[in-house]
């Protein structure tokens, strides 16, 4: 059974532009990991095979098609020459810095131009950069062009922006642009991109373009190049440089030689074998050279001190994790784990401190010595074999041995029963001795870690704190770099990505620095001065605001931009916020249009199959599907023409409403005219005139428009209430069907009497009394009470005239009294008494006047899906039209005799006697 897909292996593909739906189905159908950006592609080419026979693709699928075609490009580690293609994806998200575009194997430049944006004081040199008249030269282009880039690293609204005007200035000594793609060393290509800053920092009048070129001895690049020096003089050594004073001590003829230079160094080599950036920082600083050869030609030991001159703003490290291997005539990375602090001091190494510095490493030699002794056990112990460790050794093999039994014959590893046990007590024996060993070695190194510490206790006044880690991902060849930085006053950790940029984990920082996993460890280190982060956390430095935000731009970095450079951001986020509109329009119109098509369909040709379906009914309510649906009937039964164009609006109101991000439609919202012409525009090149609506509509279709939605809203409400009196009725629960027909009736006769429910109302008026009073008739049926004396006090409030009122009242009375005279009900004629003196009883009254609680839960229940906006295509069933078809049509099935009486009534210009009523009823 595969393990299931690792978190980060899913945010790394995902960062690629693959979907996590994609990634779970290749984890899935691959045998090792190796294969999984092949299976991803592959799937994905299938996955656009299958969109292309589709009118359009959806965003996603394009977004995630694009970043394929060009990793197919580009197929390196890393993946990030990527560039997000939505200008809505390319929005930056408030409170996260701006990224770097990725403009070419420019992973590690992107790190490094990030590190140096957090260097406020660079940064406001640079943005407040002048250039003399009558001057110019590439430099002067590069600072220009850093200028611009820092500009919109400050304020701009974009995810990330474009560096590629800073790469291409970026020249050697002799004005070439540096093939940056094929650079493989940081620090040599950052010393060049620093020389040229510093140049054009501090030209003169007497201008000159020429830069010394000199090999770098101390700190020797991958491919052997040559870097320009940076002058000491220059504001860029003052920021980023530091000044190592040379001590090269060797005997010559009998006599000691002492040789003294000084040299700037960006970064200080550390060699990865010394496990730590302390003993790796002391090797660099000493250095004892056993076979040197001086210029008589004698072999001599020597000594090579690189003091520190002065401790420098930022202190930068290079970990030197790659070598030449002879064996196989290449360059290799080692991934050794390399251990550093989040906090060092460097007074140990400083030139004012070297001898008492030296003293203090000769006392602590010992101490160094006993820990690599340690060293050495720990690894015989957690590499037992040069393989496992020792402890996990023994404890498999306990396991094994306990397996050996009755208990386990299904395991493969059971090989049968045998008794082990002496053998398994003296294995735990072990196993518990050598966590013991463990432990006692680890705290033997910490006791001899302390000391060595406490020596330097008196030599804690220079402190750094750790800014930047440039992180490595790949092979000494090939591979990924992105960075962490810290924002102190945030007290967070961003980790940028090229384009990408989030906030990240302590804990995932230093695991990635520290080498945990294969292949990704720490290559640069970059540390500031604890007074240039005093001096942070003063104030606000960077809230990286957008322009939408409060704040935006109120921080110290926003305070460098002058006039102009703020007017300049203005204007480009202003541009790029008309490209995610128009954008964001143009995505919304294409569904707009096809949610457009599919509801237009939708409505003509379920009118067609729901009108055909009830063409033998000649008592049938609107059909109230949704609300469209509602305007075509209605067209339909009054031949109103003029309702057409209100019909395409209520469609593409309802259309607009399921593809807009905000629900936001035509009515009730706020469409700006920009877009709403944009929208009719596309509809003329879309659709002919049968199909799409005219430009505009009228202020008096407007109004119509409100008035049908507003009777729509109440025709559903009487629908649904009307559907509960009819199940009310067919359940023969007459004395809430007289409550609600009650409540019907009183809002049903201020309709328009042509109105459905007015009809049904004014109908109910006649046939409920005789469905009640007339089902009691016959001599073995039941007299309910009840009902007759609350029918009684409905038939007080006569909310529908008859137009021979007299002759209706007398029917009732007629079929009461033959009740009486069938059942001997003394109480029958107490209730036609007051029928007859239309006598309101308060209490009765009361009871129609009570709605039960269930009807308006019901009533809401079966409304909840007709919402005069938000409608679904899809849904095919029009419950409440089906509820008052289906309900007349059961009516008239259970209740045709009573039926026969209202139609005879309707017919005869003579009252029904009571024999009559028996046979109709019989």
């Not at 940081?186 to 620093?194: A, R, S």
């Not at 404890?395 to 029963?417: C, P, V, Y």
């Not at 038939?795 to 007299?806: C, E, G, I, P, R």
Request: charge should be negative; hydrophobic fraction near 35%; glycine fraction near 4%.
């Amino acid at each position: 059974m595969k393990t299931q897909i690792q978190k980060e292996l899913i945010d790394q593909y995902v960062q690629m532009g693959f979907s996590v739906e994609l990634i779970h189905m290749a984890w899935e159908v691959i045998n090792t990991e190796s294969e999984m950006m092949d299976t991803l592609i592959s799937l994905s080419n299938q996955n656009q095979q299958m969109q292309q026979t589709s009118n359009k693709q959806d965003e996603e699928i394009q977004l995630t098609q694009a970043l394929l075609d060009s990793y197919k490009t580009n197929q390196q580690t890393g993946s990030q020459q990527f560039e997000i293609i939505s200008p809505e994806q390319r929005k930056r998200v408030d409170g996260i810095p701006c990224g770097l575009k990725n403009v070419g194997n420019t992973c590690y430049f992107n790190g490094l131009l990030q590190t140096y944006f957090f260097d406020s004081q660079f940064v406001k040199t640079i943005i407040n950069f002048q250039i003399e008249q009558g001057k110019q030269s590439k430099s002067i282009q590069l600072v220009q062009n850093l200028q611009n880039l820092f500009i919109n690293m400050i304020g701009s609204d974009k995810k990330y922006v474009d560096p590629s005007d800073v790469v291409k200035s970026i020249c050697d000594e002799f004005g070439n642009v540096l093939p940056i793609g094929d650079q493989k060393d940081v620090g040599e290509f950052n010393h060049y991109f620093l020389s040229r800053i510093g140049e054009a920092l501090t030209q003169t009048k007497q201008e000159s373009n020429k830069v010394e070129d000199i090999y770098i001895e101390s700190s020797p690049s991958i491919l052997k190049q040559k870097s320009s020096i940076i002058h000491d003089e220059d504001i860029v050594s003052k920021l980023f440089m530091c000044k190592v004073f040379h001590q090269f001590q060797f005997e010559q003829g009998g006599n000691q030689q002492i040789r003294e230079s000084t040299e700037l160094f960006n970064y200080i080599p550390l060699d990865l074998k010394d496990g730590n950036l302390y003993d790796s920082f002391d090797n660099f600083v000493v250095n004892n050279i056993d076979d040197f050869k001086n210029d008589l030609n004698e072999t001599v030991q020597a000594v090579k001190y690189n003091w520190i001159h002065q401790p420098p703003q930022k202190l930068s490290f290079q970990i030197q994790r790659v070598i030449y291997c002879k064996d196989k005539n290449d360059l290799i990375k080692q991934n050794d784990e390399f251990i550093f602090d989040e906090e060092i001091y460097l007074d140990r190494f400083l030139m004012e401190n070297s001898q008492k510095y030296l003293e203090t490493r000769i006392q602590n030699k010992e101490f160094k010595s006993k820990q690599k002794q340690i060293k050495l056990s720990q690894q015989q112990l957690t590499k037992f074999n040069e393989q496992h460790d020792l402890q996990d050794v023994l404890t498999n093999a306990i396991k094994f041995l306990e397996m050996q039994n009755q208990q386990n014959i299904d395991h493969a590893a059971n090989f049968g029963q045998s008794d082990q046990q002496p053998v398994i007590d003296q294995l735990q024996q072990y196993n518990q001795k050598v966590q013991r060993k463990k432990q006692l070695l680890q705290n033997q190194y910490d006791d001899l870690e302390k000391k060595i510490q406490a020596s330097y206790n008196d030599l804690k006044k220079h402190k750094y704190l750790l800014q930047s880690i440039l992180i490595h991902d790949g092979q000494a060849n090939s591979g990924h770099y992105y960075t962490y930085i810290k924002d102190f006053r945030l007290e967070t950790w961003f980790k940028f990505n090229d384009i990408h940029v989030c906030v990240e984990t302590k804990e995932k920082v230093f695991q990635d620095a520290f080498g945990m996993k294969t292949g990704v460890n720490a290559y640069l280190l970059i540390y500031t001065r604890i007074d240039i982060v005093k001096q942070e956390l003063e104030s606000p430095m960077r809230k990286y605001r957008i322009s939408s935000e409060q704040g935006y731009l109120n921080d110290k970095y926003g305070s460098f931009l002058n006039y102009i450079q703020r007017e300049q951001l203005a204007k480009e986020n202003q541009l790029f916020q008309n490209e995610i509109e128009d954008y964001k329009f143009s995505r919304i119109i294409e569904k707009l249009i096809e949610s457009y098509q599919i509801r237009f369909q939708f409505i003509n040709e379920q009118y067609r199959i729901i009108s055909n379906s009830v063409q033998q009914e000649v008592y049938k309510p609107l059909i109230t599907l949704n609300f469209p649906m509602f305007i075509k009937s209605k067209m339909v039964v009054l031949g109103k023409d003029c309702y057409d164009n209100i019909l395409k609006w209520a469609i593409l109101d309802s259309a607009l409403r399921d593809v807009n991000q905000d629900k936001q439609g035509f009515f009730g919202g706020y469409i700006s005219e920009k877009f709403q012409n944009q929208i009719m525009n596309r509809f003329k090149a879309q659709f002919n005139e049968f199909k799409r609506p005219t430009e505009f509509l009228s202020l008096e279709e407007q109004n119509e428009l409100h008035r049908l939605s507003q009777e729509y809203i109440q025709y559903v409400a009487m629908a649904s209430l009307a559907s509960i009196l009819l199940d009310l009725i067919l359940k023969r629960n007459f004395s809430n069907v007289l409550s609600v027909l009650h409540h019907f009736s009183k809002i049903a006769k201020q309709l328009d009497m042509h109105n459905y429910f007015y009809k049904m109302a004014s109908n109910f008026q006649k046939l409920i009394p005789i469905i009640i009073i007339c089902k009691m008739i016959p001599i073995q049926a039941d007299v309910n009470l009840q009902e007759l004396e609350l029918l009684q006090a409905y038939l007080t409030f006569q909310h529908f005239q008859d137009d021979n009122q007299n002759f209706w009242e007398t029917q009732i009375s007629i079929m009461m009294n033959a009740v009486h005279e069938n059942h001997y009900e003394p109480q029958v004629q107490v209730i036609i008494t007051k029928l007859e003196n239309n006598v309101q009883d308060p209490n009765l009254i009361g009871l129609l006047e009570m709605i039960n609680d269930d009807v308006g839960i019901q009533q809401a229940a079966l409304s909840v899906n007709y919402d005069v906006h938000y409608w679904n295509p899809n849904m095919k069933q029009d419950i409440l039209f089906d509820k008052l078809i289906s309900g007349w049509k059961d009516l008239k099935t259970q209740f045709n005799p009573f039926i026969k009486i209202q139609k005879a009534l309707k017919q005869s210009i003579h009252l029904l006697m009571k024999q009559e009523l028996e046979n109709l009823i019989c």
